[in-house]
């Protein structure tokens, strides 16, 4: 991949996590019944980050799960033979809960769809949103989502990388051309 531009550095990303967190607090009416699940692998710092910025603004403590949705994909005979699957942790019911399903890019909608199966298989939430820091265009299901970081219009041909020091010992957005 040939390296293009880096699109948010540490503090825009901060910056756009706070938001999120607002906005969050705002469209639900405050914390009542609220959980966040981050996906695996990324979404789950993000859902960290964005408990501990509700902590701060509402004084409220958060519950958080992590979810892999490893097997609920549909390309998974496509991905290996033998996935590797880790675990789940949802230390919470999710019956009758607000949900924020949490990640780091929205693409084709896939992994989305595929986080929603996961979470309807362990209950029945009240109702589901979805956190995103990035959203990069292309979807190829009807899936939105509700709280976004940042737009970034981008082509086929492009990668879009998110970097975070939980994950990566650095935070960062960046945009890359592949390579045939």
């Known amino acids: 991949m040939k390296f293009k531009a880096q699109i948010m550095n540490d503090e825009d990303v901060n910056r756009a996590i706070v938001r999120i967190s607002h906005e969050i607090i705002e469209r639900n009416h405050g914390t ?6 981050g996906i695996k692998t990324r979404g789950i710092p993000l859902a960290y980050r964005i408990a501990q910025n ?14 892999d949705i490893t097997l609920y994909r549909d390309d998974l005979t496509m991905l290996a033979r ?16 607000t949900i924020v ?7 084709t909608g896939r992994t989305a ?11 029945r939430p009240k109702k589901i ?3 995103v820091l990035v959203d990069r265009g292309h979807t190829e299901l009807p899936i939105k989502a509700s709280y976004v970081g940042k737009n970034i219009p981008t082509s086929l041909s492009e990668v879009v ?20």
């Open 82 to 97: 033998n996935p590797i699957v880790s675990d789940t942790k949802i230390p919470f019911s999710v019956e009758d809960k």
């Open 32 to 37: 009542e019944n609220l959980c966040l699940i």
């Open 54 to 67: 509700i902590k701060k603004i509402e004084n409220r403590d958060i519950e958080v799960g992590e979810l």
């Open 161 to 180: 990388s998110v970097h975070l020091a939980e994950h990566d010992g650095e935070t960062n957005v960046s945009i890359s051309e592949k390579t045939l």
């Open 113 to 123: 769809r595929a986080a929603l199966d996961a979470v309807m298989s362990v209950g």
């Open 129 to 131: 949103q979805l956190a």
């Open 101 to 107: 399903l949490v990640d780091d890019v929205i693409f």
